[in-house]
C-alpha cells in the first residue's frame, strides 16, 4: 500500500556552500512540510540577523541583495510503499 509524504530539502547558496541539497524533514501532510519551512526559513533569518536579507515565502527564498548568500527550501511529494 502507497503512502504519501512530503520531504523537505534546503540548500545553501553561498560562496562555500556545496550546492548540495539537505532533506531536512519529512512530513505526513503537505501544510505540515509547508509549516515547517516556514519556521526553519524564520531560524535562518534569526542566525544571519546581522545580514541584509530578503525572503519570499512563497518562493521558499532568503537571499542577499547580489545572491551571493541565502536558501533556498523545497517541498516534494513521494510515495512510500508498494
Do not use: Q
Not at 546581522?50 to 515565502?57: F, P, R, T
Amino acid at each position: 500500500m502507497k503512502e504519501k509524504k512530503w520531504i523537505v530539502t534546503a540548500f545553501d547558496t553561498s560562496d562555500a556552500a556545496d550546492g548540495k541539497p539537505r532533506v531536512l524533514k519529512v512530513c505526513d501532510t503537505k501544510e505540515a512540510a509547508k509549516e515547517y519551512v516556514r519556521t526553519d526559513m524564520d531560524d535562518f533569518l534569526a542566525r544571519e540577523r546581522d545580514m541584509d536579507l530578503a525572503a519570499d515565502y512563497d518562493r521558499m527564498s532568503i537571499h542577499n541583495v547580489d545572491y551571493s548568500f541565502g536558501c533556498e527550501w523545497n517541498i516534494e511529494e513521494v510515495d512510500i510503499g508498494f
